[in-house]
C-alpha cells in the first residue's frame, strides 16, 4: 500500500513539474531548429537558471521581446 502511494505521488509529481517545463522546452526546440548549438545559456546569464531566477542575457531579452499577443514568437525578429 505504501509502495503504490509513492509511486503514485511521484507520478504526479513528474506531471506537474513536465506540464510546466513545457512551454520553455517548445521554445528552446524552436530555436535549435534555427541553432543546433542552442542551450539554456544561450538565453540565460546562467547555464543552469532556477525558474524563478532566470536573468535573461541581450539575446533573451530579444527573444522575450519577440513574443506576440498570441503567446507564439516571431524568429525573424531575433
Do not use: F, R
Not at 517545463?21 to 534555427?34: C, D, F, G, N, V
Not at 531579452?61 to 498570441?70: C, F, L, P, R, S
Amino acid at each position: 500500500m505504501k509502495k503504490t502511494a509513492t509511486v503514485l505521488v511521484a507520478a504526479l509529481a513528474t506531471l506537474a513539474l513536465g506540464s510546466s517545463a513545457l512551454a520553455t522546452m517548445e521554445i528552446q526546440k524552436e530555436y535549435k531548429a534555427k541553432d543546433a548549438k542552442a542551450n539554456c545559456a544561450s538565453c540565460h546569464v546562467e547555464k543552469m537558471p532556477k525558474k524563478d531566477k532566470a536573468d535573461l542575457n541581450d539575446l533573451g531579452k530579444k527573444v522575450k521581446a519577440a513574443k506576440g499577443a498570441d503567446g507564439k514568437y516571431d524568429w525573424s525578429k531575433v
